[in-house]
Structure formats: C-alpha cells, structure tokens
T-cell receptor
C-alpha cells in the first residue's frame, strides 16, 4: 500500500508564527514517530505515539512543540512562536507495533522542510 | 548515555566494495539499523540486525556486529553510482519504546 506521507513538503514562515506539520502513517501501523533533521544536530527523536498509550514526549526540545494523533492515525506536529533554530527537516515514521520484532521496523516519510525567516 | 558515531565521508570507485562503520555506546541496544538517504529524499531502510546476531547478509549488503566492541559495519559489494547517498546507522534500545538514536551519517561518494 501507500507509504508514509507528509504535508506540506516545504514550509517557509516568519519568526514568531505558528506552524502545523501533518503526517499520514501507513494504514494499520499503530506506532508513529516524529524526528527532526538539522545541520547542527543531525537526526533527533522528538515524540512517539503507540496506540492509545500516553505519548513519549521526551525528545521535544521546548514547550513550543506539541503533537497530536487523532483517531490513532493522522498526526499533527505544531510549533508555536517559531524561531530560526527550528529550521530543519521534520520526518515522520510509522511502524506496525512496538515490542522487539520485525514489525517494529520504522518506515519514513519524505519529510517537511521548514524554514523560519 | 546514547551516542552513535560514524565517519563523515567515504569515497570509493565503482565496482569496489564500500565499508561504512558505526560505533555506539549503549549496550542495551536491541536492533541496529542501516538507513540510506538520497538527496532531497526521506530515509530508506536498507537492513537491520538483531543484537544477538554477528552477521547478516542481504544481496550486496553485509552487516557485521561486534557487540563486545559496540561496532557495526555495512559492507556494500560491487558499489554502483546509484549507491551514492548518506548512510545512517541507528539503534533502538531495550525499553526505549523503539525510538531510534541515529548516527551522524556517512556520505558515500562513488566515482567512475
């Protein structure tokens, strides 16, 4: 079936504005992850959702960052009052489940390139 | 703590073998992965190895894991120009909810 999709592919915003990034995981995948790829920090984990459990938010860099996952499927990553250091590629991944098996393999979307001017 | 290191660049001639190395510090890794990223594209899973294995072969790809030294390598046989990309190793930790910790990435350049 279709892979992980993300929108928009590119987003340019002004410092101080809020942005929303969307991720559509692979159908049937219960786990969803957000990562950030930036020049200075490489690839960093941000947050993950697993089914109806409370999300692991341990990677979110500040309280300006939040994410939701509605109906166990689509997820939105929101960045409030964007700063220039938020400029990065935001990657979403999904996996069938969590728990130490082949089904845990994460499949990544193409990413959203965010530029904060 | 979690720290995954890779060399930044590797240049090989077409047809030669490429070996990309990765070291990690957390001994509680469960799975170790290799991802490929081409320019402007997302991450493509190449292969993975479970931490109780020493080697895994998949067509042109061979993964070697030395758990004692916390060293992982990816060998690409008969390297082609289409293999030019950035390669990331990543680890997931026991009890870590499968969130991945990525290496710094190795840019592989294949020359004719």
């Amino acid at each position: 079936g279709a892979g992980v999709s993300q929108s928009p592919s590119n987003k340019v915003t002004e410092k101080g504005k809020d942005v929303e990034l969307r991720c559509d995981p692979i159908s049937g995948h219960t786990a969803l992850y957000w990562y950030r790829q930036s020049l200075g920090q490489g690839l960093e984990f941000l947050i993950y959702f697993q089914g109806n459990s409370a999300p692991d938010k341990s990677g979110l860099p500040s309280d300006r960052f939040s994410a939701e996952r509605t109906g166990g499927s689509v997820s939105t990553l929101t960045i409030q009052r964007t700063q220039q250091e938020d400029s990065a590629v935001y990657l979403c991944a999904s996996s069938l489940q969590i728990g130490g098996s082949l089904g845990d393999t994460q499949y990544f979307g193409p990413g959203t390139r965010l530029t904060v001017l | 703590g979690e720290d995954v290191e890779q060399s930044l660049f590797l240049s090989v001639r077409e047809g030669d073998s490429s070996v990309i190395n990765c070291t990690y510090t957390d001994s509680s890794s469960t799975y170790l992965y290799w991802y490929k990223q081409e320019p402007g594209a997302g991450l493509q899973l190449l292969t993975y190895i479970f931490s109780n294995m020493d080697m895994k072969q998949d067509q042109r790809l061979t993964v070697l894991l030395n758990k004692k030294d916390k060293h992982l390598s990816l060998r690409i046989a008969d390297t082609q120009t289409g293999d030019s990309a950035i390669y990331f190793c990543a680890e997931s930790l026991t009890g870590g909810g499968n969130k991945l910790t990525f290496g710094t990435g190795t840019q592989l350049k294949v020359e004719l």
